[in-house]
């Protein structure tokens, strides 16, 4: 292949039905940008899973590469920030929905929209961590912002066995907080054990809509990845003064719930985007990430997979079906 061609998953819509397929491209090709880089691994998220899917029409102009995320080196640049061979991470800015993504052996962005690779951080781990931690990271940072600190009490992580909940709770044990983690699959409690839950809370103990607006105060503070009846649910246990980070719909994003917990308890819900945050909160997350995510746990909890794989881990994902990170290496095609 020659330096100007690459392998990508493209999308392509007909009739209302999308497909997905292997093709080689030429830089022409790309989207524009500033930089050009050559991309080494990407990651699975469940919007990957929707896009893929052609689910929410996330996804508006076709062809299309999707991939939410991507780690790589600079191959091309014309910004002041970057020179080729940098490593650089790229979170966010609807990458893989409105602009072409990671699902490709090169990518072409604003550098204004790239960080560089934490130094303590292979480019694999970025993506280990990918936007699902980088999410979890942005949660725990607000949640500190507002007041959490390990001697408060119990938090509450759902949909832990998730992207964003597995990270979510091997740097809250990390970091000495007390972690109840909620799943929907018994085989995961070992597994949760193992990140550094110290409770397991059934999926359906939250799951039904709380036949009260304000329940036993139970949770210092908690991380929904779920949403829906869910969150109404969490909102209904949270101690005085606590909060709740959001930032999944998986659920649904009706909440279904009353002031009391606001007006009585103080309670903060907390909304988490990966996608526009500040490119400062940006740095700040991943340096955290790279000096609280203990990297052996980050192994644990890290599968890979290559670009031909991604159609049917698709379906895997949107079930609930994939545990932790699933690393997609880029390179891996045939």
Same mark, same amino acid.
């Given at each position: 292949m020659s330096d100007d061609q690459f392998s990508a998953l493209v999308l392509e819509e007909r009739d209302g039905k999308v497909t997905a397929g292997i093709q080689r491209l030429s830089d022409d090709r790309l989207p524009p940008g500033?930089?050009?880089?050559?991309?080494?691994?990407?990651?699975?998220n469940y919007k990957?899973?929707?896009i893929?899917?052609?689910?929410?029409?996330?996804?508006?102009?076709?062809?299309?590469?999707?991939?939410?995320?991507?780690?790589?080196?600079?191959?091309?640049?014309?910004?002041?920030?970057?020179?080729?061979?940098?490593?650089?991470?790229?979170?966010?800015?609807?990458?893989?929905?409105?602009?072409?993504?990671?699902?490709a052996q090169k990518a072409r962005v604003k550098g204004d929209w790239l960080v560089k690779r934490p130094s303590a951080l292979s480019l694999r781990q970025t993506m280990a961590i990918g936007t699902a931690g980088f999410t979890a990271m942005l949660a725990i940072l607000s949640l500190e912002e507002h007041g959490l600190s390990p001697d408060k009490g119990e938090v509450l992580v759902t949909g832990a066995a998730g992207g964003v909940g597995s990270v979510a709770?091997?740097? +809250?044990?990390?970091?000495?907080?007390?972690?109840?983690?909620?799943?929907?699959?018994?085989?995961?409690?070992?597994?949760?054990?193992?990140?550094?839950?110290?409770t397991i809370i059934?999926?359906?103990?939250?799951?039904?809509?709380?036949?009260?607006?304000?329940?036993?105060?139970?949770? !210092?503070?908690?991380?929904? !990845?779920?949403?829906g009846t869910t969150l109404a649910s969490v909102l209904s246990a949270v101690k005085y003064r606590g909060s709740v980070a959001a930032?999944? +719909?998986?659920?649904?994003?009706?909440?279904?719930?009353?002031?009391?917990?606001?007006?009585?308890?103080?309670?903060? +819900?907390?909304?988490?985007d990966s996608v526009m945050c500040p490119k400062a909160t940006r740095i700040a997350a991943?340096?955290?990430?790279?000096?609280? +995510?203990?990297?052996?746990?980050?192994?644990a909890l890290t599968s890979s997979a290559g670009l031909k794989d991604l159609p049917d881990l698709a379906d895997k994902i949107l079930h609930g079906q994939v545990r932790g990170r699933l690393v997609i290496d880029v390179d891996e095609v045939a």
């Open positions: 500033d930089v050009t880089v050559r991309v080494k691994a990407s990651t699975l990957d899973g929707m893929l899917k052609g689910i929410g029409r996330l996804v508006r102009s076709y062809p299309h590469v999707p991939g939410v995320d991507f780690a790589g080196v600079v191959e091309t640049s014309a910004h002041a920030e970057f020179k080729p061979g940098d490593e650089v991470v790229l979170t966010g800015w609807r990458v893989g929905e409105v602009h072409w993504g990671g699902y709770v091997a740097v +809250l044990a990390h970091l000495g907080y007390q972690v109840a983690a909620s799943t929907g699959r018994a085989s995961e409690h070992d597994y949760l054990r193992s990140l550094g839950a110290t059934e999926r359906a103990e939250l799951a039904t809509p709380p036949s009260r607006p304000l329940a036993a105060e139970r949770w !210092a503070g908690a991380i929904d !990845a779920v949403g930032c999944g +719909l998986a659920g649904g994003n009706e909440l279904v719930t009353t002031v009391l917990p606001f007006l009585l308890r103080g309670v903060n +819900l907390l909304g988490i991943w340096e955290r990430l790279s000096r609280d +995510l203990p990297l052996g746990k980050l192994d």
